[in-house]
C-alpha cells in the first residue's frame, strides 16, 4: 500500500514554480497527468488514477495543505520502434488534487490494484447528541 505522507505548505509552491518553468513557450514540459476521478461517497472523499503497468513503489502520494499531489514515473522499454501511432505516456507524471474540507487526512488509505491507484479520504461525521 503506498504511503501517504503530508508536507509543509513550501515544498508545493516550489513544484509549482518547476512546472511553471518547464511549460514556457521555448520549453515543452515532459511532465504529464495521467486520467483522473475525483468524486465523493457517502463515507470518503475518492481519487482514483488510470495508470497500468507499475508497482506500489513508484507512487510518492503526499498532501501539502489540503492538496493531494501524486507523483511518479511510468518507465518505458528501451527498444527501437516506429510508432504507428502513440498514446500510451511514459516518464514523469504528477497530479494535484484540492481536498475539501471535512476530510480525515491521517486515516486516509491508497491502494494500488489492476492499474488503478485509489486513495480514500473518509469524511468527518460530527458526532450526533443522544436525546434521553
Do not use: C
Not at 44 to 56: I, L
Not at 91 to 108: Q, R, W
Request: glycine residues 4%.
Amino acid at each position: 500500500m503506498p504511503t501517504i505522507i503530508r508536507r509543509p505548505f513550501s515544498n508545493i509552491v516550489e513544484t509549482r514554480k518547476e512546472i511553471l518553468s518547464s511549460t514556457t513557450w521555448h520549453v515543452h514540459s515532459s511532465i504529464w497527468s495521467p486520467p483522473t476521478d475525483v468524486y465523493e461517497t457517502e463515507d470518503n472523499f475518492v481519487t482514483k488514477v488510470e495508470v497500468a503497468g507499475m508497482s506500489e513503489a513508484d507512487f510518492a502520494v503526499s498532501v501539502e495543505e489540503q492538496i493531494l499531489i501524486i507523483r511518479g514515473q511510468r518507465p518505458d522499454v528501451n527498444e527501437r520502434r516506429a510508432y504507428h501511432q502513440m498514446e500510451i505516456r511514459f516518464g514523469k507524471f504528477e497530479i494535484a488534487v484540492s481536498l475539501p474540507g471535512g476530510v480525515d487526512l491521517d486515516k486516509a488509505v491508497a491502494e494500488y490494484k489492476e492499474g488503478f491507484l485509489t486513495i480514500l479520504f473518509p469524511k468527518i461525521r460530527a458526532k450526533q447528541i443522544e436525546v434521553e
